[in-house]
């Protein structure tokens, strides 16, 4: 066998070595990654999640929005008690101006205190909107023979989504209640690059203290966490995966096949100038 023909076999032999290595590797990394997407994996190691004895209820924060209706089956019983503006509505033929009342909302002090008309300064801050309503009727039995109805709605519970989502923005929830995925669903979930294993909530509680917790997507044990379902003026951030945050100012990973590409054909002409 002579010199040249050797030299074609080392080659053909190289390439296929490096071609062999290549596909390999990418086969591996595409299986290691595969484990980092979906959410929720192991989910039968959940077992208590129907058991939980306590649904989730917000409760009331310093700054928060409120809106108080106290209703009786006589309207002027509750109406001193109820903080509304009257605002012009329409203009009769006979030029009065008539009036319909709309309500105001309470702001909630830092020291989670509201004024309320008659029964003067409440404390409901931390309070769940049952045990503010429940606070209120209690305070207004002196004044109203019948046993009153109180409805406490929050008007500003709201919470933000940024980082690796589709849509980052704020939202305003209006159920009040709503968990994690809840709020990746609104923001058109997580992008592929978005770190499923590393996902930030910041958190305000009613000190004013901030705290950030790192959550695990993939992990189903994550649902059982207290930070699972979101407080009002909570922000989740999607952090990016190291791909992402190499090739930002490309925005995708295109490139490194490229450059794979590139140092792979770079090797083997040395390779083949070394053999001949």
Known sequence: MNKSLRTHLNVRSLYESLFSCLIAAFLLASCQSYKKVPYLQDAGVVKDINQQEN???AKIMPKDLLTIVVSCTSPELAMPFNLTVAGPNNISANNYVTS???LQTYLVSN???VDFPVLGELKIGGLTKKEAEQLIVEKLKPYIKETPIVTVRMVNYKISVLGEVARPGTFTISNEKVN???ALAMAGDMTVWGVRDNVKLI????DGKQEIVTLDL???ETILSPYYWLQQNDIVYVTPNKAKARNSDIGNSTSLWFSATSILVSLASLLVTIFK
């Open 218 to 220: 993939n992990k189903a």
């Open 55 to 57: 649904l989730y209820d």
């Open 111 to 113: 020291e989670g205190t």
């Open 203 to 206: 958190r305000e509680g009613a």
């Open 180 to 182: 994690l995925l809840e």
């Open 100 to 102: 319909q009342p709309s």
